[in-house]
């Protein structure tokens, strides 16, 4: 890409289409746009410390639900390059509580990217999707060729399927249309600009919080926990029932009047025992960069080249228990007491660690090590509260 090149950034208020902008504004590009549904990001978003979103970067709002909107949006600015990050997304919980919105709205946004962006003639787009497409017992470490081999997670099969009709779709308009469509398929990410929400957040950065909300709690720093109430949401009865804080007041005399009788615990759902693989979202963004910049022998021989997947895995390579994960969060964040497995509560997939060889063998490779990101992401963490 050409650093004057226009490039479409879908989803930039999001964790990874933040972190895309952020790699693509360090590395000198100048004509990005980027959209958003709702809610007009945050200038702090794109870059720690900034006060102004950089000249560098358009900001547009754009339901991407809304195939109109998208086709008149492709129509005036006919982007060269397209990073299609949007999505709806959560955890166990949100997939169970949503499938309908989760299979639809996703389908939705990539039908009309995708084929806004043939029609435009736009000269490469990357596909995001998830490691949740390979099966449930897939083989591990998960390769590409895997994908359709078995039945899938029951927990999240609306977006898995979404996922993979994402996948198909580049793959059929490059069959077609002859288009540069490709695709990466991330493992669990996490990072700054993550969702801490304790409904519908993934496994990382909702442990993240438990054990922060656990650590204010054992100090009975009630105005902590009601900034971070204010700033990443409410908290769900049953952890405050474990923080022991479902009392607590607003005024003074009342908080000393409520102070806790046994110590705050951080409960966890499942065993603890299934083995999850994360990526720092700043290293994903890397790989987007990355692979997007690969020559075009390389993209015609590894992604339009049917029947090779269009799609290559990004990963650490390396994998965790829950349990492992919850005692590096605990130390980072230093609340030394209970955890606690609420072996009531599913585990979702025994493993998922991807097979990176193929991503690796083209030159790509992940920087940054489980408890550096971590401390990294609390820090990030602390400074919103």
Known sequence: MLKDAKIFIAGVSGMVGSAIVRRLLAQGYTNLIGSYHSRRPEAGMFGIGEEEISPALH???????????????????????????????????????????????????????????????????????????????????????????????????????????????????????????????????????????????????????????????????????????????PIPQVIKDSLNISDFKHSTADQLNSLPTTTPCVVIWGTGKPRREFLHVDDMADACVFIMNLDDETVTQEFQNYPKPCFVNVGSGVDNTIGELAEIIQKVVGFGEEIVFDRSKPDGTPQKLLDVSRLAGLGWRSSIGLVDGVRQTYQWYRNRV
Request: proline share 6%.
């Open 59 to 233: 900001l547009v709002q754009l339901d991407l639900t809304r195939g109109n909107s998208v086709e008149r949006f492709f129509a005036a600015e006919a982007p060269q390059y397209v990073f299609l990050a949007a999505a709806r997304v959560g955890g166990i919980h949100a997939n169970n509580t949503y499938p309908a919105q989760f299979i639809h709205e996703n389908i939705a946004i990539q039908d009309n990217v995708i084929h806004s962006a043939y029609r435009n003639k736009t000269e490469r787009l990357l596909f995001l999707g998830s490691s949740c497409i390979y099966p449930r017992e897939a083989p591990q470490p998960m390769k590409e060729e895997h994908l359709l081999s078995g039945y899938l997670e029951p927990t999240n099969e609306p977006y898995a399927i979404a996922k993979i009709a994402g996948i198909k779709m580049c793959e059929s308009y490059n069959r077609q249309y002859g288009t540069c469509f490709m695709a990466a398929m991330p493992t669990n990410l996490y990072g700054p600009n993550d969702n801490f929400d304790l409904e519908n957040s993934h496994v990382l950065p909702a442990l993240v919080r438990k054990f922060h909300l656990a650590k204010l709690a054992s100090k009975w720093n009630w105005d902590g926990i009601q900034k971070d109430v204010a700033r990443f949401g």
